[in-house]
């Protein structure tokens, strides 16, 4: 089927945690983070402690909401959640099916609670994969892992013949990931950020490219252009507005080679079709007449005015057509207090 001037594939957000959708409007942490560290410390690894399965559920359903608002079909998440991570895989799924949005859960693995901390979630992801759930074997970085977790996480990845998604040299403190995974590493693996990577870095994989939570992270351009490996866009947990990333990550190329062109940006949004192949059938129909690369780098504001998932339409005159919004909202608020409060009791 031709798509018409004004269509496109239903968008794929190649790196994306939707446990952090209600995050926004968190209580301030105890200290203000001065660093990534300090950032992962006072505020996204208190977060993660304080979330249970029901909140998991609520937060995810406003993020498939708000992917489908901005024609993004497709979600590759990365979640956390180490006061409740058997089934929080299971929960997530059946939160974005719900609302008519594709996902691909992966457990992010980690010894910072712990090495039976890191076997419950690498028991995770095995179990989501062995139950047929659509997933790839989630690792919170290298930093955080000991080598045996590490590999195990791999060989779980080649048993069931999916990738490794892990966040690679976001930071100062993760720049010896690539001696630490390079020779575990498969085509399949999602390499997040890599913003402190050396050009040849060794890792095989898709760099997942997040310029909009690099630039609120303060930890770099990560320059993905001189990547010999292909790249993606995802959003790292801030919404999932492919369009707006599109658009970020242009004009952040562009400051440091204004011969960069928005065709090449886009190459990066159409890996996501690489990623999820299914996603590549699903249509979207925006509000303006053209959607060449070159249009939408420099038009703001543009909306989806028809949404097709797998041969169903799940967005239409400006609202989902499965679920009720407000219904979503109104709950997703109702968790987010909940959330609040048990963020408070954690110091
Ligand atoms: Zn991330």
């Known amino acids: 089927m031709a798509m018409a001037t004004n269509e496109t594939p239903g968008l794929v957000c190649a790196h994306h945690h939707l446990y952090s959708s209600l995050a926004r409007l968190m209580p301030a942490p105890p200290s203000t983070p001065t660093s990534f560290l300090e950032i992962l410390n006072l505020v996204w690894w208190r977060l993660d402690r304080a979330l249970d399965l029901d909140i998991i559920r609520h937060s995810a359903r406003l993020g498939a909401l708000e992917a489908l608002a901005r024609g993004t079909t497709t979600i590759i998440d990365h979640h956390e959640s180490p006061c409740a991570i058997d089934g929080s895989l299971d929960v997530i799924a059946e939160a974005c099916a719900e609302v008519g949005v594709r996902v691909i859960c992966s457990y992010g693995v980690t010894d910072r609670h712990g090495a039976a901390g890191a076997r419950l979630g690498l028991d995770e992801n095995r179990r989501f994969l062995a139950s047929g759930g659509k997933g790839m074997v989630g690792v919170h970085a290298a930093f955080t892992c000991s080598d045996e977790t590490l590999a195990e996480a791999a060989a779980i990845a080649s048993e069931f013949d999916v990738g490794v998604h892990i966040h690679v040299a976001e930071g100062e403190v993760d720049r010896d990931a690539a001696e630490r995974v390079a020779n575990l ?50 959003t790292d947990g801030i919404g999932a507005d492919m369009l707006d990333e599109f658009r970020l990550a242009f004009v952040a190329a562009r400051s440091t080679d204004v011969t960069t062109t928005p065709d090449q940006t ?54 989902p057509t499965r679920v009720d919004p407000d219904e979503i909202r109104t709950h997703a608020a109702e968790a987010q207090q909940r959330l609040f409060r048990r963020l408070e009791e954690i110091s």
């Open 266 to 319: 886009w190459s990066w949004l159409e890996c996501g079709w690489q990623l999820v192949p299914e996603a590549a059938s699903d249509r979207v129909r925006w509000d303006v007449p053209s959607v060449d690369p070159w249009y939408l780098a420099y038009t703001t504001g543009v909306n989806p005015l028809e949404v097709v998932v797998d041969g169903d339409v799940v967005w239409a005159d400006g609202a």
């Open 185 to 234: 590493s498969t085509d399949r693996w999602l390499l997040v950020h890599g913003v402190h990577l050396v050009d040849d870095h060794g890792i095989s994989g898709t760099v997942v490219h997040n310029p909009r939570s690099n630039m609120n992270n303060a930890v770099g351009y990560a320059r993905p252009a001189r990547m010999s490996n292909h790249v993606a866009l995802g």
